[in-house]
């Protein structure tokens, strides 16, 4: 029998928390190909030079100040997010083609002893076509060693941005990539998606949000499966195998 509660149905609804690479992917996710991979940020290094700046050295103490600021919140601060672009473009951003992202810092993190700093970045699908073509191959940071924020902090080294790019500053990083299990996970989870009554659901619920936007996501389709039990019955026949019942929209 069709349970008729949002607790019962939410709770009967997989996702793909039980995937660990795609736990956090929406069906909007995964029907757009939104793909996400570990990147090296910078590593330590001494005796850099450039024109702009001068001598410096990116040390142990800046990559862990630059983690500790985004983990903690002080740079950027939330809800903003942390980008990465397209050669630096975010930083000029004389119109939409030179300040559009290329993807989202979801996580920061240290490695080799503190002497390399990573990011976990879920790539725009512009991005993951462009990665997966092979025609970005860099990382390059952005970075202040001594960031002061519009109300007057100073915290120290904050990462402002990362660019993918084919001419790095810094050399002898591991080049970008994402991992080709991942994207054929996501476009086969794509496909298998739209091809049944993914679609249906998905439009379904979109309108459910949109009528009711206060409404959390698993409510939503919740919501949706309640009013259209023949739906919810072709879900747990197999009928419609999406592998998240989170927001199919974004506002």
């Known amino acids: ?10 709770a009967s609804i997989f996702t793909l928390s ?3 690479e795609l ?8 029907a ?8 090296q940020v910078a590593a330590t ?7 702009d700046i001068g001598r410096f050295s990116i040390t142990s103490e800046m990559l862990r100040e630059m983690a500790a600021n985004f983990n903690d919140g002080r740079w950027p601060i939330p809800p903003t997010s942390l980008i990465a672009d397209y050669e630096h473009g975010s930083a000029i951003a004389d119109g939409p083609e030179t300040g559009k992202a290329a993807g989202t810092v979801k996580k920061l993190e240290l490695r080799e002893s503190d002497s390399e700093l990573w990011a976990l970045v879920e790539w725009t699908p512009a991005a993951t ?36 790019t084919n001419r790095p500053f810094l050399q002898g990083m591991d080049p970008v990539s ?12 794509a496909r298998k998606t739209m091809v049944t009554h993914g679609d249906e659901l998905l439009r379904l619920t979109a309108e459910t949000r949109r009528r009711h936007p206060d409404m959390s996501e698993e409510d939503a389709i919740a919501k949706v499966f309640s009013e259209r039990p023949e739906l919810y019955e072709r ?3 197999g009928a419609v195998p999406i592998g998240s019942v989170l927001a199919t929209t974004r506002s």
């Open 178 to 189: 994402i991992p080709a299990r991942l994207v054929a996970h996501v476009e086969a989870c």
């Open 129 to 164: 076509q462009a990665i997966r073509d092979r025609e970005y191959r860099c990382i390059s940071p952005e970075f202040h060693r001594a960031f002061t924020t519009p109300t007057g902090d100073k915290i120290g080294c904050a990462l402002l941005a990362i660019a993918i």
């Open 1 to 10: 029998m069709l349970a008729r509660n949002f607790e019962d149905l939410r």
């Open 23 to 30: 736990g956090r992917y929406t069906l909007t996710d995964v």
């Open 235 to 237: 879900y747990r026949a």
């Open 45 to 51: 290094g001494e005796d850099f030079q450039r024109a």
């Open 32 to 39: 757009a190909g939104f793909a996400e991979s570990w990147i």
């Open 18 to 20: 039980s995937l660990p």
